[in-house]
């Protein structure tokens, strides 16, 4: 007998093509698996439609243009990067969000031109988040969101990680703020250091948890909000928004403004963090 979610599914696959509102978003879904309610079970959840299409060249075809792709790689990157890639080819602009495993973001880079990435065991507040981020910026990478995706705002040379007046040295485990230095425990270091190697990209605190404290612990999530707030203290009340706050998803690095006269878009910046962090605990 079927599950819920995939009659849920089936009953989406020959829906209306046409972008309902807001509030309802076309989403197509292209997987290889019998049961499409197992790749991401919580958009069973959401009010938004899908369609489930075969993860074949053939279905580009019958995608709506105003679509947002949910893309199965948890079991098959090579077939998942040559569709996204005749995605691109073809010039379609399609959003595409890949689905993963844990163990697949050692996979996927930015030349998979993708829009996103959300675990197959994400909750439902955050694939409605990470939709409506993607909403937004249509598909534009992630790490792009914050600024131009032409002028990288972050540099490694010699192990230092340099982005506008932070530098973290991954070789001596120290971080220096216009040259001087924030003194960080252990974890505080390698939470800053990989939020740093990733700027714009949003991460869940299960993601942070398991990239940084590993899986081998057993703490909850609560330990990265913790974190966080410390590391935001000693970055000081002016730097404290270059980690920044997603509502009901997670955590980002928000490269620092180069342009001085930005201050009041700065304030602004931080005003958000506080309420959306707050929200978000």
Not at 28 to 50: E, G, I, K, Q, W
Not at 54 to 80: C, G, H, Q, W, Y
């Amino acid at each position: 007998m079927p599950t819920p979610v995939g009659n849920r599914y089936a009953q989406f696959t020959d829906c209306d093509n046409s972008l309902g509102g807001i509030s309802v978003t076309d989403l197509t879904l292209m997987t290889f698996a019998n049961d499409p309610a197992t790749v991401l079970p919580s958009l069973a959840l959401l009010s938004h439609r899908v369609r489930v299409l075969p993860m074949d060249a053939a279905s580009l075809v019958k995608m709506p243009e105003n679509t947002i792709l949910f893309l199965d790689a948890r079991d098959d990157f090579a077939t998942a990067k040559t569709l996204c890639n005749l995605i691109h080819a073809s010039g379609l602009s399609t959003p595409i969000v890949l689905v993963l495993t844990e163990g697949g973001f050692t996979v996927v880079n930015s030349q998979w031109g993708i829009a996103d990435v959300v675990v197959t065991s994400a909750s439902p507040a955050e694939v409605e988040g990470r939709l409506r981020l993607v909403s937004e910026r249509g598909n534009a990478p992630a790490t792009s969101m914050m600024g131009n995706a032409s002028e990288p705002t972050t540099t490694v040379e010699d192990g230092q990680i340099r982005s506008g007046d932070l530098i973290v040295d991954t070789n001596g485990y120290t971080a220096s703020l216009h040259g001087r230095p924030i003194d960080l425990a252990y974890k505080e270091f390698e939470l800053l250091k990989y939020l740093v190697q990733h700027p714009g990209r949003v991460f869940t605190r299960a993601q942070l948890l398991q990239e940084v404290w590993g899986y081998d612990y057993y703490g909850g999530t609560r330990t990265v909000d913790v974190h966080i707030r410390r590391l935001r203290a000693k970055l000081g009340g002016e730097y404290e928004h270059l980690i920044g706050t997603v509502r009901n998803v997670g955590y980002r690095f928000d490269p620092p403004e180069n342009d001085k006269g930005d201050a009041a878009a700065q304030q602004a910046a931080r005003s958000s963090t506080h309420s959306s962090d707050s929200a978000a605990e």
